[in-house]
């Protein structure tokens, strides 16, 4: 998933009735995808049902549509005995190699698509995963292969007879310099002549689709007291209007959506059709990460749903009417995401299978029906004191190893856990690493570290320590 580079907006309540359209994208190629909605399917769990489990439970929930994170050749064969449309990824990692030669791209079109399709119903090839989120002088190069990479895996489809698979690449909203409000949206410049460009030609060359991971999740937590929860889960009676354009919003999706077009027709580029390659929202997190919950989780993708498999389709204030096909993340809580503790609760579904709530993806079930899911205490920010311990049951080796990344960083980290100091006793790997995850989250929390350590610590709002040894804390 996910970039976190934060999409920062501001909410702001207004009203109008004026309507402004940009471009009107032929809405008849890709309606019936449009109507489907489809799932993110991500592995990066030690816990998750095999992909023959994983496919009849996508089939079980009604989605449309399966978006791989790779192309898996096992997955693929299980996809072949079913009606689900697929999309399959080229690792980034890749990028470079096929945009500097043909003959790399027909090999890997050949090995992971010509060896599943057509019983396999591969619908879009994705180029790289939010490639432009990252900056180093590597990703860089792998910028300027992108849309290369992308000709050449269209040509090895053309040149076998193939033209109902569509090539695109997923980006975050994080390639906008300026969002807010959506008529004032913008590309970043350095990006714009050597990859935007280029790729809103070969996209509108191609009829394929611009596809953008959208989470509202991440601009309303940047201030959830000010922003309104309800816009985002398309609650809200009030609106937003964009002075400039006279458009009326009525939820923040569509405002992030149109930003992204405002920022192509900018480029000469009004008729690109969007595609939602990712969206929803966490249904759990660390602790200061306010409204990830169940309830909000639901909320949000009961009503995405509802408006994604409108009939007719109700577009964007922007364009009214053009149907977006849109991928729900994500269908597993993903134990092994490191990052905060939203990286691992995405998912409609457990790893056991089981719903962590009702969902209905035909869109036909009225959101109302699905029953009543319990009212979160984190829609505002928690205020307190929060330490990060050991999770309960990990293994003794596991425990040491991250207590010993912990304790090198600084000398002062784990002074106290000295033979003889304050919090020596009880001489346990288990409270040893409690310490030491608290003490070093609190001194480098700063510097962006978080309390993971690779999956084996959690926070907690209750005081670890005792009379003799202080836990250090970190106070929100």
Same mark, same amino acid.
């Given at each position: ?8 907006? @501001? ?63 096992? @997955? ?15 690792? %980034? ?8 030669? &043909? ?20 619908? $879009? ?68 002549? #050597? ?26 937590? @940047? ?11 398309? &609650? ?18 569509? &405002? ?52 994604? @498999? ?39 579904? %457990? ?53 010993? $990344? ?65 836990? #250090?804390?970190?106070?929100?």
């Amino acid at each position: 998933m996910a970039s976190f580079a934060l999409f920062l907006v @501001t909410l702001i309540v207004l009203s109008s009735s004026c309507r402004y359209t940009i471009g009107s994208p032929n809405n008849k190629t890709f309606l019936s995808l449009a109507s489907r909605i489809g799932i993110n399917y991500g592995r990066l769990g030690n816990n998750l049902p095999s992909p023959y489990q994983s496919i009849n439970l996508i089939k079980s929930i009604k989605a449309g549509h399966v978006k791989l994170y790779d192309a898996d050749p096992e @997955t693929l064969m299980v996809l072949s005995q079913t009606n689900l449309y697929v999309t399959i990824m080229v690792p %980034n990692n890749q990028i470079i190699p096929i945009g500097a030669d &043909q003959a790399t791209a027909d090999n890997w079109v050949k090995t992971n698509v010509l060896a599943h399709y057509p019983l396999t119903k591969i619908r $879009f090839v994705l180029v790289g995963n939010e490639i432009l989120s990252n900056n180093s002088a590597h990703d860089k190069q792998v910028w300027v292969s992108l849309v290369p990479a992308m000709r050449k895996i269209v040509t090895s489809l053309r040149a076998r007879g193939i033209h109902n698979i569509k090539v695109g690449t997923p980006l975050a909203m994080d390639v906008l310099l300026t969002s807010f409000p959506p008529s004032s949206g913008g590309f970043r410049e350095e990006i714009i002549a #050597p990859v935007i460009l280029p790729l809103l030609k070969f996209l509108n060359g191609t009829n394929s689709f611009f596809f953008l991971d959208v989470y509202p999740y991440f601009p309303w937590s @940047t201030d959830p007291v000010n922003n309104h929860l309800d816009f985002a889960l398309f &609650q809200s009676n009030s609106t937003y209007t964009d002075l400039q354009t006279g458009l009326v919003y009525t939820n923040l999706l569509d &405002q992030m959506l149109d930003s992204v077009i405002f920022a192509m027709t900018k480029l000469g580029y009004p008729n690109v059709r969007l595609a939602i390659s990712e969206t929803g929202w966490p249904n759990g997190g660390d602790i200061d990460e306010t409204g990830a919950n169940v309830l909000n989780a639901a909320t949000y993708n009961r009503n995405l749903i509802k408006k994604m @498999t409108a009939n007719p389709p109700l577009g964007t204030p922007a364009r009214p009417g053009s149907p977006i096909p849109t991928f729900l993340f994500s269908l597993f809580n993903e134990n092994q995401k490191p990052g905060s503790g939203t990286e691992r609760h995405w998912g409609i579904l %457990n790893p056991d299978g089981t719903q962590i709530y009702q969902i209905d993806f035909s869109g036909t079930r009225p959101v109302s029906s699905n029953g009543s899911l319990p009212k979160p205490s984190n829609n505002v920010p928690f205020k307190g004191d929060v330490w990060c311990v050991a999770v309960e049951g990990a293994s003794e080796a596991e425990l040491e190893r991250e207590l010993n $990344f912990a304790c090198g960083q600084s000398n002062a980290t784990c002074a106290a856990l000295a033979p003889g100091r304050e919090c020596y006793a009880p001489v346990s790997i288990t409270w040893h690493a409690s310490y030491a995850f608290s003490s070093y989250w609190a001194e480098f929390r700063n510097q962006s570290s978080r309390c993971y350590f690779n999956g084996l610590g959690r926070e907690t709002t209750t005081n670890p320590g005792n009379e003799r040894c202080k836990f #250090p804390s970190v106070t929100l």
